[in-house]
Every structure is written in structure tokens, then in C-alpha cells.
């Protein structure tokens, strides 16, 4: 199989890593998706990673805890992935940097773009850690802002279902699939897979986005190669949206 991008920036939730234990780290969730990872790195992908931190700290947790603190938690949680799967794929020959947008220069290097760039041109997987580095932001804002600054080909949003619908399948029998949606489609029909501040900046900056089944077989890989799975959401072809080089 060839592959249809060349460089992709990959947002994995902290919970598919759980597995359904539901927190902490599996091995066995882990390692299949681990392996998938380095086979595209194998095939030439660069690479970039963005990890949520959902199962060791999810939001304030029922606390009445500041906002800002509780997210704090979470970017430490970020952080804790981004370690592990790291080390998971290193077991594997490949080399890969985790860079924190909050600084922890005994852990990772700090968030520095020029140097994230030239170790995807040195054949290394980028882990970004930390999500943006400020408050009130979601880890789809990060990985949204990583795609964009790596200039990506395409986000990819590993999800626990299939695709996109237009409610929730896990409850709805009838719920539709869609293959294909504009970023406008997903803020105008309240869509809930990505969040609008994401679907914003990948829209004003033309990156598409691909979310798709984590579970289902070699998904990623496949994925990657092209085939039509999971859901594409496309930038809307407007003369003021370009993709900046």
C-alpha cells in the first residue's frame, strides 16, 4: 500500500488507551495501535502526535475545583501519555521527541516549532504534549493548532465509533453516517466530534480532517493509504481559504 499523505497529524483520546478498563493504560489497547503507527512512519509518514489526557483527569471531575486548575491537571495527564507512548514505540526502533507547551526540560523538550519540523525531516515521530498550554482549551484545539503549525495533510481523529452521525449511534438504531461534511456542516448542525474552535482553525486554514473507528482493523493504516472509511470533513472551496505554506 502507498500512502495518500505524507505528513498527518494523529489525535488520540486519552480514553481509547484505557481501553475498557476505562483508566489508567493498557498494553493491550496500546500496542496494536503503536504498531499501525510505526508501519506508517515505516512507509514514510512524518508523523505528529496529540494525545488527551482523559483517563488519568477528566475536567473538575464533579469538584467545585477552578477551572483553570483542573485543566492544569490536565495537561499533566497529557504529559503522562505522551511518556508512555512514547517508550511504546521506541520499543519498536523508532525515534520519537515529546515537546511540552508547558515547560518540563527534565521530562521534554519545550514546544518549539522550527525544531518539531526538522525532527520529522530527521525521521522522528513528534509527540505534543500539554494540549495548547493555556486554560479553557480542549486537546481537538491542540491537535487542530499542531496540524495547522505542522502544516499537515490531513487530522486524524481516532475515534470510538466509526465515523461521524447525525446522533448518537451507541443509542439511536437509525442514526445516519455521514461519509463526507464540510467544517461548516459541523458547527451549523451542532455536531459533536470536534469542537468549534478546532473546526474553525482547520477551516480557516485548510486542513481536512478524517475521524474513524480506532477499533476497527488496521484503521489507521488504511486510513493513511486513502481508502474511504470513517468520516472526511472537507474545507469549504472559498477564494479567502488557502492553505498557508
Not at 37 to 51: D, K, Y
Not at 240 to 245: F, H, K
Request: aromatic share 6%; hydrophobic share 45%; proline share 4%.
Amino acid at each position: 500500500m502507498q500512502p495518500k499523505y505524507k505528513r498527518v497529524l494523529l489525535k488520540l483520546s486519552g480514553e481509547a488507551l484505557a481501553g475498557d478498563q476505562k483508566f489508567g493504560l493498557n498494553h493491550e489497547v496500546i500496542e496494536p495501535v503503536v504498531k499501525q503507527i510505526v508501519e506508517i512512519h515505516n512507509m514514510g509518514v512524518q508523523v505528529g502526535l496529540v494525545i488527551g489526557g482523559g483517563n488519568f483527569w477528566r475536567g473538575r471531575q464533579g469538584t467545585k475545583m477552578d477551572r483553570s486548575t483542573a485543566d492544569q491537571m490536565g495537561m499533566l495527564a497529557t504529559v503522562m501519555n505522551s511518556l508512555a507512548m512514547m517508550d511504546a514505540i521506541e520499543q519498536h526502533g523508532v525515534p520519537v521527541r515529546v515537546q511540552t507547551a508547558l515547560n518540563m526540560i527534565s521530562l521534554a523538550e519545550p514546544l518549539i516549532m522550527r525544531k518539531a519540523l526538522r525532527h520529522f525531516e530527521m525521521g522522528r515521530i513528534v509527540i505534543f504534549a500539554c494540549g495548547t498550554g493555556h486554560p479553557y482549551c480542549s486537546t481537538d484545539t491542540a491537535a487542530a493548532l499542531r496540524a495547522c503549525e505542522i502544516n499537515a495533510d490531513v487530522l486524524l481523529m481516532a475515534k470510538n465509533v466509526d465515523g461521524i452521525y447525525d446522533s448518537d449511534p451507541k443509542t439511536n438504531p437509525f442514526a445516519k453516517k455521514y461519509d463526507e461534511l464540510r467544517y461548516a456542516d459541523i458547527i451549523n448542525r451542532d455536531l459533536k466530534v470536534i469542537d468549534f474552535t478546532a473546526a474553525t482553525m482547520c477551516m480557516e486554514n485548510g486542513v481536512p480532517t478524517l475521524a474513524f473507528g480506532l477499533n476497527e482493523e488496521n484503521a489507521l493504516v488504511r486510513a493513511v493509504c486513502g481508502e474511504l472509511l470513517g468520516t472526511i470533513i472537507k474545507v469549504y472551496k472559498s477564494p479567502c481559504i488557502r492553505r498557508l505554506n
